[in-house]
């Protein structure tokens, strides 16, 4: 009961339901189709995705298994010597990986530095106008199709820029010249996914560091760049798995010769690289040449798997809430 404030005094007025309450007690127990579509089609979506990545799975593990039949799993992965075409035919996968591995770091050292730089200056210090051109241009690396970036390597690295002005003793082809160009293909992943992790921390997080003294630098340095880390780890994660998977490139500019690369100057070829060659070729399916392409496809994924396995592990232990 309520009471209302007449002349002749208090009087009572029967209770009455605040208007607020009406749309509640109007649309209870209604089923919300729309909101159940939704909840199926993420559903689905979610499925799909575990469904192709085990069809994936099954489609080199099948190939494989025939092929580790013949070949020892131990000779496979730590044999120094690929020859799958040869009389005297060698399957150690050692060469393929050490030329995947001499790219993968040369682009990060490429990537890492520059993406970070561009994401510190995107998120900190350019204003929001200068930030609306420079994002989309610098994303539009990330649009140029590798092809393209594999013959800029090959005709513009090698030749001109290491040959022709450097004098380096190299030839035709070098996983340098590849792991470069890779790496500044994969700028704009790193520096996007960082630049939004940054823009991510609250702005109350800067404001009481500059309070208590810090610079802009200071303040992006130790307060935004760990509050952001995680992020900023999976940026590069996600550009190391970039770089793992690329093909066009390493198998234009890094050449075709599977060796054991101990000079970034040296011609190699990558597991990418052999699979885009073999592929290529006129192995009948079903012999063991062809199933070499599958093994080296499973290790390839295997590789990715591994990466990204860690790579959750650690955002989900330095991930920070806000």
């Known amino acids: 009961m309520t009471t209302a404030v007449s002349a002749g005094g208090p009087a009572t007025t029967p209770d009455r339901p605040t208007p607020h309450t009406e749309p509640a007690s109007r649309f209870a127990g209604r089923p919300r189709y729309g909101e159940l579509v939704i909840r199926l089609l993420l559903r689905i979506a979610a499925a799909v995705t575990v469904v192709t990545t085990v069809g994936i799975l099954i489609a080199l593990a099948i190939p494989s298994i025939g092929f580790f039949a013949e070949v020892p799993v131990l000779e496979f992965l730590f044999g120094t010597r690929w020859a799958p075409r040869f009389a005297d035919a060698s399957f150690g996968v050692v060469p393929l990986v050490t030329a995947t591995a001499w790219t993968t770091l040369l682009a990060l050292l490429v990537a890492v530095p520059l993406g970070l730089g561009a994401a510190i200056f995107l998120a900190e210090y350019a204003s929001p106008r200068l930030r609306k051109v420079l ?7 990330a649009g140029i199709p590798t092809v393209v970036y594999g013959f800029f390597a090959l005709q513009f690295m090698q030749t001109t820029v290491f040959r022709d002005w450097a004098n380096l003793p190299t030839g035709a082809f070098s996983v340098l010249a590849a792991g470069l160009v890779m790496g500044v293909m994969i700028v704009p992943t790193i520096a996007s996914i960082s630049e939004d992790s940054m823009s991510a ?16 630098m200071q303040t992006t340095l130790r307060v935004v760049f760990p509050a952001a880390l995680s992020g900023i780890v999976a940026a590069m994660v996600l550009g190391v798995s970039r770089a793992v998977g690329e093909t066009m490139i390493v198998a234009i500019a890094a050449g075709n010769q599977a060796r054991l690369v101990a000079n970034p100057l040296e011609a190699g070829q990558t597991m990418t690289g052999f699979i885009a060659n073999a592929a ?5 399916v079903g012999s063991i040449e062809y199933d070499t392409l599958f093994a080296v496809g499973l290790l390839l994924f295997l590789i990715t798997l591994l990466i990204n396995f860690i790579s959750i592990r650690f955002v989900r232990r330095f991930r920070e809430a806000y």
């Open 201 to 216: 921390v609250p702005q109350a997080m800067r404001q009481g560091s500059a309070a208590l003294g810090a610079n802009r």
């Open 280 to 284: 290529l070729g006129d192995s009948r």
């Open 135 to 141: 994002k989309p241009i610098l994303e539009i690396l």
